[in-house]
Nanobody, 119 residues
Framework: QLQASGGGLVQAGESLRLSCAVSGFAFDDYAVGWFRQAPGKEREGVSCLSSVDGRTYYADSVKGRFTIARDNAKNTMYLQMNSLKPEDTAVYYC??????????????WGQGTQVTVSS
């Protein structure tokens, strides 16, 4: 089970940190990722973090602004989002599984948390 939190309404240029608490499976064994889905658009990969070598990957649209992290001791993953833009507005989902930007490769999904960035 994954429980995402931390979304909200912010102004452009501000920051948010999303958290995702994990339970019910061996979190350490899984790569993790954050996805987002804006109204009328497909779900897209934002960032992922390997469970093997700790490598991180970011969509070009968020590179340099977002940072993914995990704390295996706390069974929690994070997405620090800085310099937010109106185009970042979406429902954000945490996931555990594949370690790529392909949603089908993930086994577990959180319920989503809304991020709204006003201009």
């Amino acid at each position: 089970q994954l429980q995402a939190s931390g979304g909200g309404l912010v102004q452009a240029g501000e920051s948010l940190r999303l958290s995702c608490a994990v339970s019910g499976f061996a979190f350490d064994d899984y790569a993790v990722g954050w996805f987002r889905q804006a109204p009328g658009k497909e779900r897209e990969g934002v960032s992922c973090l390997s469970s093997v070598d700790g490598r991180t990957y970011y969509a070009d649209s968020v590179k340099g602004r977002f940072t993914i992290a995990r704390d295996n001791a706390k069974n929690t993953m994070y997405l620090q989002m800085n310099s937010l833009k109106p185009e970042d507005t979406a429902v954000y989902y945490c996931a555990a599984g594949g370690g790529t930007f392909h949603p089908d490769e993930y086994d577990y999904w959180g319920q989503g948390t809304q991020v709204t960035v006003s201009s």
